[in-house]
């Protein structure tokens, strides 16, 4: 039996101007290299290229190439204290630590225990200089001077994983995980550095998920929000949704699948005052 999508879920799409087709899609996978490949380039990073269906990807890491955009907003250094806040199971980990040669200084978090196993054999796979734990993100300690939370979402730009979330969606998951969402973000930029930058993601279309979880944030501390300088067709933030949000919200990204042939995305990028 083929899952249907829920009646709800459809309403909230065509609120934002989408539609139930863009479930119709596989999105592409991608892999990392810094040999050139004989293979077609992914126009928002230099070393990352899709694979095709039959690609033999033996010993590679293979991923929805959307997943490179929060890596790149966050605009790690070698030099930098970067915390990957709920990490598992390890994808934007090894998306950071390539960007940074595996030099920078990781920490890699989550708190299920059982996808901390996949987030350390990840680590240990690609021999990644990453210390991993495993506690809820908001009782993690110390400064960092960058942090991606990637947060635990509803999951609706998962297009490759439809079956999935149209059985666990609902609008109650979309109130629980904005809650869980806001306590994250609020504790996430306590742990930032002054001047440090804190990029906040989620696969998830659902506006209580994304810009009013910003908005929470700006309206509680001396967050600012900065462009996202990552060339990739998306369309703006929003700014209302059933009531006004924070107009700065417009520099969010909101990437859709049918922009670029990829899941969807939600990147954020937010900056703390010195």
């Known amino acids: 039996m083929i899952m249907q999508i829920p009646d709800k879920l459809k309403e909230r799409l065509e609120k934002l101007g989408l539609n139930e087709s863009i479930y119709q899609h596989r999105s592409k996978k991608c892999i990392l290299s810094r040999e050139p490949l004989a293979l077609e380039k992914i126009p928002w990073y230099d070393h990352a290229y ?56 990781i920490t890699a978090n989550d708190i299920n225990k059982f996808r901390v196993r996949r ?63 806001k306590k994250l973000i609020t ?30 944030l700006l309206r509680k501390s001396d967050a600012v929000i900065e462009s996202v300088d990552v060339n990739i067709r998306h369309a703006d933030g929003i700014t209302e949704w059933n009531k006004p949000l924070d107009k700065r919200l417009s520099a969010c990204m909101r990437i859709y699948p049918q922009h670029n042939g990829t899941g969807g995305f939600f990147v954020a990028k937010i900056r703390k005052l010195l």
């Open 50 to 105: 899709f694979i095709p269906e039959n690609f033999s990807a033996k010993g590679k890491f293979i991923f929805d190439p959307v997943s490179i955009v929060p890596c790149l907003a966050l605009a790690p250094k070698k030099s930098d204290r970067i915390l990957d806040m709920c990490a598992a199971p390890g994808t934007k980990t090894f998306i950071l630590s390539f960007l940074t040669n595996n030099e920078a200084h």
């Open 187 to 216: 504790h996430a930029f306590k742990l930032l550095a002054p001047g440090g930058t804190l990029v906040y993601s989620t696969c998830t279309f659902e506006p209580d998920e994304n810009e009013a979880v910003v908005d929470f």
């Open 119 to 181: 987030l350390r054999f990840n680590v240990e796979k690609f021999s990644l200089s990453v210390d991993v734990t495993n506690m809820s993100g908001r009782k993690i300690e110390g400064t960092f001077d960058k942090i991606l939370l990637d947060a635990p979402c509803t999951g609706e730009g998962m297009v490759n994983k439809k079956e999935k979330l149209f059985a666990n969606w609902s609008e109650n998951s979309v109130r629980f995980l904005s809650r869980k969402q």
